[in-house]
Each structure stands twice: as structure tokens, then as C-alpha cells.
DNA sequence: TAACAATATAACTATACAGTTATATTAGCA
DNA sequence: TGCTAATATAACTGTATAGTTATATTGTTA
């Protein structure tokens, strides 16, 4: 059983994760570093948004920043984001199919 | 890559874990099932939150419900959300110690 | 040095939702 | 049939936050 001050920090990670635009810039990631104008452009959305997205992703260490010159390139820097996300996935993947079997 | 619909339900299912008091529940739940009377009692909040807790829960496919006569008992119907919590729990741990390191 | 490019941040708005309080619903029981 | 218990739901409030717009900051370049 997991303490209550645990669980919080464990609701933090997920709230974070929480984001289909945070995990989108995550995926774009997974293929790479990259800087805030290329994810902007790679997630269509504006420059501002992503900032303050990556903020939050930096702050729960799942992304690392470098700043070479005028530039800020980004890194994921937890992998356990795409296990998260692969699991998630296959649960979803399972009840899908577990609806569909009810037509079969 | 995922696609963003993909990404959009992933997003949804770690909302759903993004709450304290529902990894609570989850966690009550986990040593079988249980009333909401009971899990009132366990997370030590009020039945209506409970209630609508659990409905979120539900409506993800995470809990199932059986009723009998007035009673309403609750349990996990999907058990990825443990080895999810597991892989927060271990990620969250290992940044502490690498945190510890620093002062080692 | 002046203009520009890249990024971060502040202020704002709209929306979502956790928790509360009150009430509806339904089942068992005296 | 009334009373009580268990659960769900509706209405409300306060808070958090995603996205936007405007601006600050800092480095590069002409």
C-alpha cells in the first residue's frame, strides 16, 4: 500500500502526462532533441504554448533543456514516459477489442 | 508515433490517474472489493465524492460495479493502472536518488 | 550599435473539475 | 405503509490551467 504523500506525487507525474499536446511534444522527442521552434512547428501549435508546456515537463524532469547561443534545445530525459504510454495504450487496445468481441 | 485521436485517449486515461483521492480508491481496491460506504470510510471523504469518483473511475473501464439490494460494491476491472503506478513509483524514486547522490 | 531572431514570461480569458450541500431514488425493515 | 439506510445526482463554488496576446530578455548579425 502506498502512502498518501506518495500517491500525491504519483497524481503529479500523471497530471502532467495528462496533456495530449505534452505528449505529443514527448513523442516528437522520442525520435530526438529539438528546439522550441521545431517542436512549435512539429505540433502546430504557438511558440508561448510550448514554452510553458515544456516548463511543466522540465519541472517534472521528464524533459532536459541545453542552450547553445540563442537557441533551447529539448531532450526527453525519462523514458519511463513511453512505457507509461505503451501500457496505457494496450489496456485501451484490450477493451477495444474486448467491445468489438461482443459483435463477433 | 501515435496518432493524435491515440494520443487524445492516452491523455484521457492519465487524467483519470491524475487525482490523489482516486489512486486512493484504486488503492483500497486493490485488496478486493468494496461498498462505497466502506470506501468512504477507507479514503475518509464524503459518499457523494466518493460516488462521483467512482462513476469517473467506471467510465474508464477501470472499476466495475455489482449491485446488490442497496448496496453498490466496486472493484478494479483493469489491472494495468497498478503496474502504471508502479512505473511512476519507480521513476520518482530513482530521481530522488540521483538527487541523494549529488550530496554522496 | 541597431535590427532581428529565439525563447521565456506576464496578464488575461474561458473552461474543467474537485469538493460540498441538498435532494432524489430505491431497497430493506418495523 | 412509513422509516431508515445506501447510493446517485444536481446545483453550486472555488481553484487550476490551457491557450492567447503582448512584452521582456538575450544572443546574433548587418
Redesign the pocket.
Known amino acids: 500500500m502506498m502512502s498518501p504523500e506518495a500517491l500525491l506525487l504519483v497524481a503529479?507525474r500523471f497530471?502532467?502526462l495528462?496533456?495530449?499536446?505534452?505528449l505529443q511534444i514527448l513523442q516528437v522527442l522520442k525520435s530526438g532533441e529539438a528546439?522550441?521552434?521545431?517542436?512549435?512547428e512539429a505540433v502546430a501549435?504557438?511558440?508561448?504554448?510550448?514554452?510553458?508546456?515544456?516548463?511543466?515537463l522540465?519541472d517534472e524532469d521528464l524533459v532536459a533543456?541545453r542552450?547553445?547561443?540563442?537557441?533551447?534545445?529539448?531532450r526527453i530525459s525519462d523514458k519511463t514516459v513511453f512505457k507509461l504510454c505503451d501500457v496505457v495504450c494496450g489496456s485501451l487496445k484490450n477493451n477495444f477489442e474486448e467491445q468489438a468481441a461482443i459483435f463477433a
Request: glycine residues 2%.
Open positions: 503529479a497530471k502532467v495528462a496533456e495530449p499536446m505534452r528546439s522550441v521552434n521545431e517542436l512549435t501549435s504557438t511558440q508561448p504554448n510550448v514554452s510553458k508546456h515544456l516548463r511543466v522540465q533543456r542552450q547553445v547561443g540563442n537557441n533551447a534545445f529539448y
